[in-house]
């Protein structure tokens, strides 16, 4: 069964920091690039970075760069957004998705997993 789960949301002041964590399961990992896409409530779904476990490519929209760093632990499978400076509108539910990374961002997507809330106070 494949399974993303992803975790580390919580409520922080902004100016703060977050890590989320994307555990993956039931597919090659290697095989597979892991995003992560936010919703805010009443907004679109926002595309926010991405990396690729086979040949480590990165993407960053352009609101998060500078402040977000995505990494990946292939003995873990687990992929972690450290979130720094973050800001009000920064708030959503962060979901991760299993596809492909490219320069540009996510190509296909097969997998997505549950969410977690990040919410940034004023």
């Known amino acids: 069964e494949v399974q993303l789960q992803a975790s580390g949301g919580g409520l922080v002041q902004a100016g703060g920091s977050l890590r989320l964590s994307c555990a993956a399961s039931?597919?090659?990992?290697?095989?597979?690039?892991i995003g992560w896409i936010r919703q805010a409530p009443g907004k679109d779904r926002e595309e926010i970075s991405c990396i690729s476990n086979n040949d480590g490519t990165t993407y960053y929209a352009d609101f998060v760069k500078d402040r977000f760093t995505i990494s990946s632990d292939d003995a873990k499978n687990t992929v972690y957004p450290q979130m720094n400076n973050l800001k009000p509108e920064d708030t959503a539910v962060y979901s991760c998705?299993?596809?492909?990374?490219?320069?540009?961002?996510?190509?296909?997507?097969?997998?997505w997993g549950r969410g977690t809330l990040v919410t940034v106070s004023s």
């Open positions: 998705v299993a596809g492909q990374c490219l320069l540009n961002g996510l190509g296909y997507s097969a997998f």
């Open positions: 039931g597919f090659t990992f290697g095989d597979y690039g």
